[in-house]
């Protein structure tokens, strides 16, 4: 895939470019991240976490239009950038940087003229790890009636179909019944129907990102064979 597919795939929610991501990008961030960082003996879980928590915010980039090609590998390059400001967080949590580690991470972080705010802030980020929180606790139907909405962008008829509910005014009943559960969860946070509406969309996408890298951790680290996916396919036309 190209960056400007990649691109196109983050902006709409489409799993291919994700999938891509991590098969094409993983191995050479964690390769990247272990050369420039001392993560001890849990290195390999810490890449992973930080891995993880990399493509979210590339992910918030590209929705926000904080991201541009600027050349070959912008991608991977722009989320390596992500990966070593969160190494530098991650590390601070339990230990200085050394001298070598801050010379180094300052060369990539300044390696062309993309300058651009790469985490988010402390607060934002709290707000995010409560709202998570949140709808974690939502129960299992309004997760997945959130998830196939806001991220797989499903119309209600068709989630209907796939929960089992008889009709799409069902579906709508329902989803304005967990939306209510969820902003009772953050009131604090929800102080208006569109905040909430976004705050939600927003939760969803992470949640179910989360979910398909983890799922493909898990297809990286067992070796089994999953379904045919050719993530390089162009979409048939249609027309043909």
């Known amino acids: 895939m190209t960056d400007?597919?990649?691109?196109?795939?983050?902006?709409?929610?489409?799993s291919r470019g994700w999938r891509y991501i991590c098969r094409n990008m993983k191995q050479g961030f964690a390769a990247i991240l272990a050369r420039t960082f001392?993560?001890?003996?849990?290195?390999?879980?810490?890449?992973?976490?930080?891995?993880q928590d990399s493509c979210i915010v590339l992910?918030?980039?590209?929705k926000e239009g904080k991201f541009a090609?600027?050349?070959?590998?912008?991608?991977?390059?722009?989320?390596?950038?992500?990966?070593?400001?969160?190494?530098?967080?991650?590390?601070?949590?339990?230990?200085p940087l050394t001298s070598k580690e801050e010379v180094t991470v300052t060369l990539n972080l300044h390696d062309d003229n993309q300058d651009v705010e790469l985490s988010v802030d402390e607060q934002q980020q709290a707000q995010e790890e409560f709202?998570?929180?949140a709808f974690d606790s939502l129960p299992d139907t309004c997760k997945a009636i959130?998830?196939?909405?806001?991220?797989?962008?499903?119309?209600?008829?068709?989630i209907a179909d796939i929960?089992?509910?008889?009709?799409?005014?069902?579906?709508k009943s329902k989803k304005s019944n967990c939306?209510?559960?969820?902003?009772?969860?953050?009131?604090?946070?929800?102080?208006?129907?569109?905040?909430?509406?976004?705050?939600?969309?927003?939760?969803?996408?992470?949640?179910?990102?989360?979910?398909?890298?983890?799922?493909?951790r898990i297809y990286a680290e067992s070796g089994i064979t999953m379904a045919a996916l050719d993530i390089d396919e162009e979409p048939e036309n249609e027309d043909n």
């Open 4 to 14: 400007a597919q990649i691109v196109m795939s983050i902006l709409q929610n489409d």
């Open 38 to 51: 001392s993560f001890g003996r849990t290195a390999n879980a810490d890449i992973e976490d930080i891995f």
């Open 59 to 62: 992910m918030q980039k590209v």
């Open 69 to 95: 090609i600027t050349g070959e590998h912008s991608v991977f390059k722009f989320l390596v950038k992500i990966g070593i400001n969160n190494a530098c967080n991650f590390i601070r949590k339990h230990r």
């Open 131 to 133: 709202l998570d929180r």
């Open 146 to 158: 959130f998830k196939k909405f806001y991220w797989e962008r499903k119309s209600m008829d068709e």
């Open 163 to 171: 929960i089992g509910y008889n009709t799409a005014d069902s579906v």
């Open 179 to 216: 939306m209510k559960k969820f902003k009772d969860f953050a009131k604090k946070l929800l102080e208006s129907d569109e905040f909430a509406e976004e705050a939600v969309r927003a939760t969803a996408e992470r949640a179910a990102l989360r979910e398909l890298l983890e799922e493909e």
